[in-house]
Structure formats: structure tokens, C-alpha cells
Nanobody, 129 residues
Framework: QLQLMESGGGLVQPGGSLTLSCAAS????????YAWFRQAPGKEREGISC????????YYTDSVKGRFTISRDTIKKTVYLRMNSLKPDDTAAYYC??????????????????????WGQGIQVTVSS
């Protein structure tokens, strides 16, 4: 059973940077696609980035493209989200999720039909001066 735990959130000023980590345990990292979602108060959950199990290939929504970078370290069994040029609109709870997709060169941030079976508990990111 895969378990995920996020870390690295906190308070940052506009224009600043943070790196979120998602540590995986209970299974190897290689067989899963990973994604980062976020949910701001009063808003729906939004998928913002994903990384495939093979390649790996990555995807970003327009709202974070050019500012955020997703990566994975198989040895450390950790997925990262580097966030630069943070804006107040980036304030949200951020969640790491995993989808069983061995040898997949494609990933999606659309959680249709519960595609992402495994979720972390979430971590708060607040961008404010």
C-alpha cells in the first residue's frame, strides 16, 4: 500500500520560492504517475502538474507553467514541486497524489473516476506580505 506525505509548505512573500516534497513509502516509486493538486478556500480542487512513470514526462497547467517544476527522485522515493515567483493566488492546500501506471509516458492532472488512488494529507502554502 503506497503512502504519501507532503512537506515543505509554509508562509512566503510574493515573488518568493518554496519546494514541496512528497515522500512515498510502502512501494517503489517507479510504477506510479504522480500529480500535485491544490485547493484554495471556497474553490474546487485543481490539478496543477503531473509527472509520468516512464521518461519521465511532465505537464503543467497554464496557471503555473514557467513558474513551477515537478521532478522525481527514485532513490529517495520523493516527488518534488519547485515553486518560483509565487503569487497570492497560489495560496492553497497542496496535495500529492499517485496513480498506478507502470511504464506510462503519459500523465494527466484530471482525476476522473478516481484515477488517483493514493493521496497525501495535504500541506498549506500561504503567499502573503
Amino acid at each position: 500500500q503506497l503512502q504519501l506525505m507532503e512537506s515543505g509548505g509554509g508562509l512566503v512573500q510574493p515573488g518568493g520560492s518554496l519546494t514541496l516534497s512528497c515522500a512515498a513509502s510502502g512501494s517503489t516509486l517507479d510504477f506510479y504517475n504522480y500529480a500535485w493538486f491544490r485547493q484554495a478556500p471556497g474553490k474546487e480542487r485543481e490539478g496543477i502538474s503531473c509527472i509520468s512513470s516512464r521518461g519521465p514526462n511532465s505537464y503543467y497547467t497554464d496557471s503555473v507553467k514557467g513558474r513551477f517544476t515537478i521532478s522525481r527522485d527514485t532513490i529517495k522515493k520523493t516527488v518534488y514541486l519547485r515553486m518560483n515567483s509565487l503569487k497570492p493566488d497560489d495560496t492553497a492546500a497542496y496535495y500529492c497524489a499517485a496513480d498506478w501506471s507502470p511504464n506510462s509516458a503519459f500523465c494527466t492532472v484530471v482525476d476522473a473516476n478516481g484515477r488517483y488512488e493514493y493521496w497525501g494529507q495535504g500541506i498549506q502554502v500561504t503567499v502573503s506580505s
